[in-house]
Each structure stands twice: as structure tokens, then as C-alpha cells.
């Protein structure tokens, strides 16, 4: 709670990243600026759907397994157990909570970033639609 309310937290930390403002205000030009930069040059994966993301990035750069068994049970222990994981299972704020709106209220842009990206994922699909699915099991 403190911490989301503090100085010490970052604000808007992608949007500021992809349009090059370490510092001062943002705009609604910004977030246009670095949603263009995203959709140019970025094929995006979603944590909240990894394994559909996974599978794009391997049929997009034709990623292709060359121990199939051993790999393939490599890829569903990420996907199980998670590469990326809160060992420490620190609860998220909740929407609505006041921590959730603080933390809200200091990345506005990003929320509005990211609200772009969900939608450019399922765009980005057309790029490996001709593709198989299950690409990364093909013989190499």
C-alpha cells in the first residue's frame, strides 16, 4: 500500500520506454506513439494466454524442436509450473482496492498500452495463420 503511493514507485514505465520521456508529463500522443512503435515492431505474447502465445513465436520464426520428447515436456513444465513465477504468492491488489486504484491512477498510459496489446494479439494471428499449429513438432 505504502509503496503504491510512494515517489519511489515507476509510472508509466513502457509507454515512457518506447516514446524515450524518462521524465515529465505524458499525453494521449505518447500512448499513440509507442501503441505504433508495438505494432510495428513487436509480436506480442500474453502471460494470461502463454500457450497460445508460445505457439505463435515458434510457428512465426519457425522454431522447430529437434529432440521432440525431451523438449516438448521441457515446454509443458514452463507452461505448467511457470518460468516466471511468484514463489513468493504476494496477492495482487484487487480492482477497486485502494492500492489497485493508486497504482492505477500513476500508469494510466500503460493500462491503456496494454489494453492495445490484447487487441493486437489477436490481430497479429493473420501472421502464422497459414502455418500449422503444433509447428514446433514438425520434422526439421
Partial sequence: DDYARSELIE???LTRILVNKKRGPLSDSDVTAAADVIRRK??????????ASLD?????????????VVQEACRK???????????KKTEKPQPGSPTYEALAAKNQYDLRLYSYIQKLFTEQECFVQQKPSHYRLLPA
Fill in 11 to 13: 509510472h508509466n514505465m
Fill in 42 to 51: 513487436i509480436l506480442v505474447g500474453l502471460m494470461s494466454n502463454i500457450d
Fill in 56 to 68: 505463435r513465436f515458434e510457428r512465426f520464426f519457425e522454431w522447430q524442436f529437434h529432440d521432440t
Fill in 77 to 87: 513444465n514452463v507452461l505448467t509450473l511457470g518460468g516466471n513465477a511468484n514463489k
